[in-house]
């Protein structure tokens, strides 16, 4: 018998020619190009601004570093998870900088 399960909550999505888990999925309208890119988002978040970084290919650990590290340098507040980086400012340049000096060519995406 042949198994029909789609969906576990360890391995994500199983469907044929779908990603296998949460974080290898980009938000919509994002190419999965290799650029890594900033952008200013408020909507759903108490109409407070935050700066979203996304397509940085890093490991989960990696990642997470790289999170903490802007967060210091900024001085704002922010998370790390599914394959974002999330930081409380609302000065997008200056994340762009702060990537830069990491070593990280970064694209400012949206309005």
Do not use: W
């Not at 988002?41 to 940085?56: D, Y």
């Not at 900088?97 to 400012?108: F, V």
């Amino acid at each position: 018998m042949k198994d029909k399960t789609v969906y576990s909550t360890e391995r994500g999505d199983l469907r044929e020619g779908r990603p296998r888990k949460k974080s290898e999925r980009m938000p919509s309208g994002i190419k999965n190009d290799g650029v890594v890119r900033v952008r200013r988002e408020a909507k759903g978040r108490g109409g407070k601004p935050v700066t979203v970084i996304f397509g940085l290919p890093l490991s989960e650990t990696a990642f997470s570093s790289l999170a903490s590290k802007l967060k210091r340098e900024l001085g704002a507040g922010g998370t790390a998870k599914d394959g974002t980086i999330v930081i409380q400012c609302d000065d997008t340049e200056r994340v762009i900088a702060a990537l830069a000096r990491e070593g990280y060519e970064a694209k400012r995406a949206g309005g």
